[in-house]
């Protein structure tokens, strides 16, 4: 388990990249991924959300739930604790979640996976904490879509940013979540033509599953 300085060391890393990002009060396609994931959670839920931030996106769904929120960037994660009025935990996810099994009805997962380093740590670590059939969803970067393909052909990077560790496709997405949860669905978020093809127009996408 990380000690407190390397947790300080994230929180800062974390808090320059928002600020020199102009990420505060900002999350990608948040008019369609809160709606979506407040329609997907529903009322009456215990809902993990992990890497909150300020509460951007966590506000669509807040409401008629109980929410706890966690995230290395401390200033954002008290800003979301005093908007939304939920319960927020400075922690890092990439090798444990600080919760009880089986506390969770639901745990969201909004931009957050692509950023960890061990994928299937955290994963294991979500279908811990989920009930029986529990609800995980969320959303990453569609890493593959036809932009970026060209971008690598031009000799560019197939991403450009450095918080970045996990790339998707939908199929690969599919693949790491199968083995603990029973995907239900995987959607296009934001892309002009990404009804022509998900796969390749999609900028985002988003999946709910349940724990099998």
Same mark, same amino acid.
């Given at each position: 388990?990380?000690?407190?300085?390397?947790?300080?060391?994230?929180?800062?890393?974390?808090?320059?990249?928002?600020?020199?990002?102009?990420?505060?009060?900002?999350?990608?396609?948040?008019?369609?991924?809160?709606?979506?994931?407040?329609?997907?959670?529903? /009322? @009456?839920? =215990? +809902? &993990?959300? $992990?890497?909150?931030?300020?509460?951007? %996106?966590?506000?669509?769904? *807040? /409401? @008629?739930? =109980? +929410? &706890?929120? $966690?995230?290395?960037?401390?200033?954002? %994660?008290?800003?979301?604790? *005093? /908007?939304?009025?939920?319960?927020?935990?400075?922690?890092?996810?990439?090798?444990?979640?600080?919760?009880?099994? *089986?506390?969770?009805?639901?745990?969201?997962?909004?931009?957050?996976?692509?950023?960890?380093?061990?994928?299937?740590?955290?994963?294991?670590?979500?279908?811990?904490?989920?009930?029986?059939?529990?609800?995980?969803?969320?959303?990453?970067?569609?890493?593959?879509?036809?932009?970026?393909?060209?971008?690598?052909?031009?000799?560019?990077?197939?991403?450009?940013?450095?918080?970045?560790?996990?790339?998707?496709?939908?199929?690969?997405?599919?693949?790491?979540?199968?083995?603990?949860?029973?995907?239900?669905?995987?959607?296009?978020?934001?892309?002009?033509?990404?009804?022509?093809?998900?796969?390749?127009?999609?900028?985002?996408?988003?999946?709910?599953?349940?724990?099998?």
């Amino acid at each position: 388990m990380r000690d407190d300085s390397d947790l300080e060391r994230l929180r800062r890393f974390y808090r320059d990249h928002h600020e020199h990002g102009d990420r505060h009060d900002f999350t990608v396609s948040e008019d369609q991924r809160g709606p979506l994931f407040a329609e997907w959670i529903g /009322r @009456g839920k =215990r +809902v &993990l959300d $992990l890497g909150c931030r300020d509460g951007t %996106l966590t506000r669509y769904f *807040a /409401r @008629g739930n =109980r +929410v &706890l929120g $966690l995230d290395v960037d401390k200033e954002a %994660l008290a800003q979301a604790a *005093a /908007r939304l009025g939920i319960e927020t935990r400075w922690a890092d996810v990439s090798l444990s979640i600080p919760a009880e099994d *089986a506390a969770f009805d639901c745990v969201v997962a909004g931009e957050v996976i692509e950023h960890l380093p061990y994928l299937n740590v955290v994963l294991d670590e979500v279908a811990r904490v989920l009930v029986a059939a529990g609800l995980f969803i969320g959303s990453v970067p569609n890493a593959y879509n036809l932009k970026a393909r060209i971008n690598v052909l031009k000799g560019e990077e197939l991403d450009r940013d450095p918080t970045h560790l996990q790339f998707f496709s939908p199929s690969k997405l599919r693949r790491a979540l199968e083995p603990r949860f029973d995907v239900r669905e995987i959607s296009a978020v934001r892309g002009k033509w990404a009804w022509l093809s998900p796969t390749l127009f999609a900028r985002h996408i988003a999946w709910r599953a349940v724990k099998k």
